[in-house]
T-cell receptor, first 113, second 112 residues
């Protein structure tokens, strides 16, 4: 069964520092990958979707890359702000899971002012 | 604005009671999903429906039931057979199986 690991589980940085969040899959045969943001007590907000034919996606200060050969994705957040404090989850569609989304447990980010 | 509405935000269940969580979407999406989120764990799929009047079990369907009588609605019932129902429940929808999923704001279920 597909396992999704996010490292680190928690991260605290001073404002202005760049953030690097990692996501890895046991099955590298991934179709597409989605990064989400979750604020406390709230649902998930989609940040970026990397399609199967793409290697990265960018939106403002966010950049996500996908390396299918190693089964890894990285989310970069440039020049972090206190408003970036949240939990970030990755999820992928895999053939081994009938193309249903497999989620990681998330990385909880705190940006200190 | 289009979106997904989950209600209630908080729900309490008594021993032996069934409770129903509501999920409504006005995005005209065909597929809808129910997930359970526990602290420190990723989301786990309970049930999903790709079309009206059809649904499939996810990874942890035992103790839960659903219906899909209308495209806009996908209610989840947590039955008394679910012995550990305390969790955060999230509903999602998408145009199709591999398209981006959009989520509601969740329902937190607790035991009285």
């Amino acid at each position: 069964k597909q396992e999704v690991t996010q490292i680190p589980a928690a991260l605290s940085v001073p404002e202005g520092e760049n953030l690097v969040l990692n996501c890895s899959f046991t099955d590298s045969a991934i179709y597409n990958l989605q990064w989400f943001r979750q604020d406390p007590g709230k649902g998930l907000t989609s940040l970026l979707l990397i399609q199967s034919s793409q290697r990265e996606q960018t939106s403002g200060r966010l950049n996500a890359s996908l390396d299918k050969s190693s089964g890894r994705s990285t989310l970069y957040i440039a020049a972090s702000q206190p408003g970036d404090s949240a939990t970030y989850l990755c999820a992928g569609h895999h053939r081994s899971n009938d193309y249903k989304l497999s989620f990681g447990a998330g990385t909880t980010v705190t940006v200190r002012a | 604005d289009g979106g997904i509405t989950q209600s209630p935000k908080y729900l309490f269940r008594k021993e032996g009671q069934n409770v129903t969580l509501s999920c409504e979407q006005n995005l005209n999406h065909d597929a809808m999903y129910w997930y359970r989120q526990d602290p420190g764990q990723g989301l786990r799929l309970i049930y999903y429906s790709q079309i009206v009047n059809d649904f499939q079990k996810g990874d942890i369907a035992e103790g839960y039931s659903v219906s899909r009588e209308k495209k806009e609605s996908f209610p989840l019932t947590v039955t008394s057979a679910q012995k550990n129902p305390t969790a955060f429940y999230l509903c999602a929808s998408t145009k199709g199986g591999l398209q981006p999923q959009h989520f509601g704001d969740g329902t937190r279920l607790s035991i009285l």
